[in-house]
């Protein structure tokens, strides 16, 4: 298993652990990701509020080094996936707008081609049937006990149309990734929310607020932890964990880790290996049954 | 197929408290879920009580819950919802129930009053039509088939938490005027709609988007209005202004400086928005969280920054 | 006692528009059973008629002549005449409105072609013109929310007629179960049509005959009941509207052999041949055992236009195929038959949109009509595709500003509000005291099935006496249903049951009619009387409430300018 690695800003910047993470994991499955250094950020949907041929423009490159290197393109960021996937479904659908982002490109030297590679996140390659069996084969310290209660991300789910989950509302990719580890899969309704983080900036409470109903929930539904595909949640969920229990006054916590590091830690590497001690929400409490 | 329908029962006049009601039918291939609700009230419950009339999805009063989501009663096909041999039937989410899946529309139509949605023409009225040509209509068409079902408000996360939100129906509703060429108040409308509880408060879920019933999607045409309002120079606000940084960092480095947008997003003189970041920002910084601060560009930034001036950016 | 000077029962776009027109001076109210953007208006998907010549040259000459022919030469011809004179500056003022219209390269309002007209004139938006027409003027209502007062979910029971004047009317407020007479000045009603009496319809369920039923109730006559337009592309089996557009556009109708039958029957116009043509071309080839799969299904064919062209032109049609019978239009035919579509008859106005009572024109003061529920008669025995949105736009400025200048002139009279209230609040006890064992829902599929059956495309005799018969059974048996929901609170099924009351009177008016009609014309055809009867039957029906039953009485048609011709296409 050989992809085109799109980190994506955060993973290298205010949630390092997470990129950490994704190359051990790699290391111990023997997945081997050639990092795209020269791709752009996604803009996150940001960019395109500001100028939409921009931000096609830029993912279509990303996408056109991609298929140069002839690999598929992996995603380790709920939103980079579902903001490449948008660019990949206006370019393809519409041949007038191809050529407009390609004349854009030209220049510098990229062709967005289109239908060559997939663009996938991480979570869909480990839940293909090799992905699986890789996952069954290498784990060295099943999660046993472990409650594990995943957070999809809006960008993988919706709209459902460009998602790669089989049923968005509904999904069971990431439980399925979990089972196989070892843990025990928490289900509640709240993992197909929204973790508010978009509106960070702009509606503080709201936003701490969609964080901390999904959190309520996981805690109530018996969790120890939550699992996110998104490092932006991942900052919503821990990096804010104290502004939203002051709001929410419930007075109660829950460590929220990135899914390679719970792959990673089912395939025998230490949290301190995984950057769980930069965590705002300590995850000590899971060492008990990490040990 | 013999189908559960797992109803919400509500009725104030009889007792406080909703509940959960099972009605068994055995559905047919090609019966919508409507017909299915339309069969249990004629021939099992009388009491059952929900909104209907078109059948044909343009009227937009069957809107309900339907395994957790919105959903049009008369688009879908009962087949199709089923999950295991149930469908849990609810009204609508963000509006209050008056009995069973009637829902109280009221603030629904108070917001959508609130975004002045009717034209508001740039100049007297010529003899006969005025002109717009297909590319101006096709700026408005998606957003003019909105049928004002309620569906994409029932859904919005956004609303579920700040009842000050527009929602997304009455910003979609807004776009068909933003961008509707005859109308001369576009500054104006931007003006408004970048306020506390306008564009910038949608978190961008793609709820709407999921549930609308017509090509209306109104998350994309929330995009628009952003797009307008930034062009139009309304950017004192942490919105556009976030906007505007994100597009700038891109351009000078091919990626996010997660040290600067915060900043520039609250305003560099905006002492208070400042102040709130640092919490976050100490913690982050103690745990050795906080982004580098030599930012580093991405290999062949040179073709962002190309691409950034073709694009007049 | 609630008083408003103008009290608007309906709000589509007649009803809307009359709003608009009297709202300037006056204290109005309007009031409709569904709030107002889910009126059956927003249905309609074809376009509206007009001359502007935005495609091809056009005159409102041309347009009278193409409704009158379509009429079978039954309409009003002084009426149609003000009508399609005022139907270019009615589409301006729509456009003035903020009307999404779909355009033509320079800019101007699209026009294409449609059913029964000579030239292009149907304005359109995409395929959803009704919808368009009616946000449009809901905006307009919104932006005038402080001059008209909306009753949405309000239900209107009767007429408040004292002699010849119209004093009122006693409604009742669906959420509360509350019944409160409305006095006014003048009283318009914009309630459609009533569709819902067959089986196979593209009527809204709202669709039941509840406006003009209190008007026959009230002594006013109904004309030309026995007018039921047929639409040639319902859904299979749901009845669902596919518009007359598909056909506009280039789509074809096929029989079960593959054959595009409508040359044996309109040769010059093919499939754009006027509706009741093409539905009746559709049920002879369905009855000769034609139809697709030996069933009653004629195939509607747009492959051959391209996805492009349909996702442009017709993207809702698209939807509606996949949505609700799994068909995509762009693959497959679509599998459509004849449904019930339009009331051509209803409450007689005149062509001032104020309510008539007789032969002679006596005017019931106080009291206006416009739109599906009203009978000018401009469709005459069949109404044209696009003529029917711009009726309810026309003619709803016209009441509204007969009822207004009406309305300046006189006070409010005294109205017996515990008499007027107590008549309605026993029919409601009624029918919650009953406790018989005669289910609503088999009742009401009963009279759909023999209406459709014995009173659909082709009507005969023996037929019809067995359809009034059955009808009449009927009322009987619904003397004999039982309630399950005795609440007040937002009680859906008791106004379904009031409606069920209206629908079974409406059928039996529609029956009545038809039988009396012994020729055929428009939308009325008889197997036993093929031809039609100029001189016999060249007059309006009018059917009065009587202590013996239903009395049809005759009015004679307005002829102006085009003398009854043979009428081929």
Known sequence: MKFALFTGCVAKGATRELMLSTIKSAEGLGIEFIEMKSAACCGAGVVSEKNPLLADALNARSIAIAEEQDLDLVTICSTCQGILKKTESHVDSDPSYKKKVNNVLEEGGHHYAGGKIKIQHFANVLGTEEGLKLLRDKVKRPLTGLKTAAFYGCYVLRPSGLSLYEDPDNPTGMEEIFEILGATPVYYDSRTKCCGFPIIMMNKNASHDMAGNALIDAIDSGADCVVTGCPLCHLSLDAYQPEIDRMNKKGCSIPILHLPQLVALALGYSPQELGMDKHIISTARLDKILA | MIITFKIKRYNPEKQGEAYFEDFKLDVQEDLTLLDCMNEIKWTLDGSLTYRMSCRSAICGSCAVKANGHATLACQRQATHLVKGDTIVLEPLGNMKPIKDLAVDFEPFWEKINKVSPYLQPKQKAPEKERVQSPEQFSLIDDSSTCIMCGSCHSDCNVLEVDEDFLGPAALAKAQRFVQDSRDGKTLERVKNLSKPGGIWDCTHCGECVERCPKPARPFDRIKEIMTVALEQGVTNNNGARHALSFTKSVKSSGRLNENIIPVESVGFFNFRGLFDLLPVGLRMLFKGKNPPVFHKSIDEVEDVKRIYMELDE | ?569
């Open chain 3, 1 to 569: 006692m609630i008083k408003h000077d103008v009290v608007i029962v309906g709000s589509g776009l007649a009803g809307m528009r009359a709003a608009l027109e009297v709202c300037e001076g006056l204290d109005v109210a309007i009031l409709s059973k569904v709030y107002p953007t889910r009126s059956h208006s927003g249905a309609a998907q074809g376009g509206i008629a007009a001359s502007l010549g935005n495609s091809e040259s056009d005159s409102w000459e041309e347009h009278l002549y193409d409704t009158v022919k379509g009429g079978d030469f039954l309409n009003d011809q002084d009426a149609v005449e003000e009508f399609v004179k005022a139907a270019p500056r009615v589409i301006y003022e729509l456009e003035h409105y903020g009307c999404v219209f779909s355009r033509t390269p320079d800019g101007k309002i699209a026009q294409r072609s449609f059913g029964g007209h000579s030239k292009p004139r149907a304005c359109f938006s995409a395929d959803r013109t009704g919808h368009a027409i009616l946000h449009a003027l809901h905006e307009q209502l919104l932006k005038r929310s402080k001059s008209i007062k909306i009753y949405s979910e309000w239900y209107m029971h009767s007429l408040v007629l004292d002699g010849d004047r119209c004093n009122g009317i006693v409604v009742s407020d669906i959420r509360t179960g509350a019944v409160e007479v409305m006095q006014a000045k003048a009283v318009i009603f914009a309630t459609g049509g009533y569709g819902r009496v067959f089986n196979i319809t593209s009527n809204a369920f709202a669709s039941t005959a509840d406006g003009v039923m209190a008007a026959f109730r009230a002594g006013i006559p109904l004309e030309d009941a026995e007018f039921v337009q047929y639409h040639p592309s319902g859904l299979y089996r749901q009845g669902i509207l596919f518009s007359e557009a598909a056909r506009s556009e280039g789509g074809y109708l096929l029989n079960g052999e593959g054959e595009r039958f409508m040359d044996k029957y309109a040769p010059s116009r093919m499939e754009l041949a006027p509706r009741d043509i093409v539905a009746r071309a559709e049920q002879s080839e369905m009855d000769a055992g034609r139809g697709v799969d030996g069933k009653d299904i004629i195939h509607l064919d747009l492959r051959h236009l391209g996805e492009a062209r349909i996702m442009e032109r017709l993207p809702q049609i698209r939807q509606l195929g996949i949505d609700f019978i799994g068909v995509d239009c762009v693959k497959d035919p679509l599998p459509i038959q004849p449904t019930a579509h339009y009331s051509m008859g209803g409450i007689p106005t005149d062509k001032f949109g104020q309510v008539i009572t007789d032969a002679e024109g006596t005017h019931v003061k106080g009291f206006f009509a416009a739109g599906e529920c009203a009978c000018v008669s401009v469709h005459g025995a069949n109404r044209l595709g696009t003529n029917s949105l711009l009726e309810a736009v026309v003619f709803g400025e016209r009441a509204g500003k007969s009822a207004f200048e009406y309305a300046m002139k006189v006070d409010h009279a005294p109205v017996n509000e515990s008499h007027e209230k107590t008549k309605v609040l026993e029919q409601f006890e009624g029918v919650f005291q009953q406790n018989g064992d005669e289910s609503y829902n088999d009742i009401r599929n009963q009279m759909k099935k023999v209406m459709t059956e014995n009173c659909g495309v082709f009507r005969e005799e023996k037929q019809l006496k067995t359809c009034i018969e059955t009808i009449e059974k009927l009322q009987e048996k619904f003397k004999n249903g039982k309630i399950t929901d005795k609440g007040k609170l937002f009680n859906t099924e008791i106004y379904e049951i009031l409606e069920l009351e209206n629908m079974l009177a409406m059928a039996e008016i529609i029956a009545k009619g038809a039988l009396d009609r012994k020729e055929s014309r428009g939308g009325h055809s008889r197997t036993d009387y093929p031809k039609r009867d100029d001189e016999n039957f060249l007059k309006h029906s009018l059917a009065y409430k009587t202590d013996d039953g239903i009395e049809i009485k005759y009015k004679p048609v307005v002829i102006t300018k085009h003398q009854p011709a043979e009428r081929t296409y």
